[in-house]
């Protein structure tokens, strides 16, 4: 199973909005809505942001939004914040004969 | 508070084997699927594998790179899952987590431990 594609970094100022892609297959984001969006700054756990494409666990902050067309994935931070800046990954369903794949990951900078 | 404790990282020479655990608790670990997912330095993040709640037939699904040498297991009277990792190789070097499955994605994840394989 290959590897998700995600741009390598990705940037914005504080207060505006930026947006990180996940283009897969349809044998993955395009076929399933178990599309999920990690957080991770170095050194500490990764954190689930988003799951089933558009779903926030608790106390993810509603600045952070998710959407799927055809094969491709979107994550949507907006009114970006100092504290967003991580690397951020994304992760999809592949059927029930395969564990899953993730995307190579996006550098977010805020600058 | 869902809380996974990974341990048993460390520094083993290539073709040894190493055993990671993850202490659980804060939610009900038998009915919960677990996974393990690694970070090599640098690089992003590669599934090793997960294992269903026996409720859900238990079964273990592997990563093609570990399939045959890394083996998963959880003690369900203890709370807590397991990663036996047998003939370690060089780029088998990453910060393994232990993580809940949910919504078919991991899902809640512990802080990690670092196996270093290296001569």
């Known amino acids: 199973q290959s590897a998700l594609t995600q741009p390598p970094s990705a940037s914005g100022s504080p207060g505006q909005s930026v947006t990180i892609s996940c283009t897969g297959t349809?044998?993955?984001?395009?076929?399933?809505?178990?599309v999920s969006w990690y957080q991770h700054h170095p050194g500490k756990a990764p954190k689930l942001m988003i799951y089933?494409?558009?779903k926030r666990p608790s106390g993810v902050p509603d600045r952070f939004s998710g959407s799927k067309s055809g094969n491709t994935a979107s994550l949507t931070v907006s009114g970006l914040q100092a504290e967003d800046e991580a690397n951020y990954y994304c992760?999809?369903?592949?059927?029930?004969?395969?564990?899953?794949?993730f995307g190579g990951g996006t550098k977010l900078t805020v600058l | 508070e869902v809380q996974l404790v990974e341990s048993g990282g460390g520094l083993v020479k290539p073709g040894g084997s190493l055993r990671l655990s993850c202490a659980a608790s804060?939610?009900?670990?038998?009915?919960?699927?677990m996974s393990w997912v690694r970070q090599a330095p640098g690089k992003g993040l590669q599934w090793v594998g997960r294992?269903?709640?026996?409720?859900?037939?238990?079964?273990?699904d592997y990563a093609a790179p570990v399939k045959g040498r890394f083996t998963i297991s959880r003690d369900d009277s203890k709370n807590t899952l397991y990663l036996q990792m047998n003939s370690l190789q060089t780029e088998d070097t990453a910060v393994y987590y232990c993580?809940?499955?949910?919504?078919?994605?991991?899902?809640?994840w512990g802080q990690g431990t670092l196996v270093a394989v290296s001569s």
């Open positions: 349809s044998s993955d984001v395009g076929g399933y809505n178990y």
């Open positions: 089933e494409v558009s």
């Open positions: 294992i269903k709640s026996k409720a859900d037939g238990g079964t273990i």
């Open positions: 804060g939610f009900t670990f038998s009915y919960t699927w």
């Open positions: 993580t809940t499955v949910g919504s078919m994605t991991p899902y809640s």
């Open positions: 992760s999809s369903y592949a059927g029930s004969n395969n564990l899953g794949v």
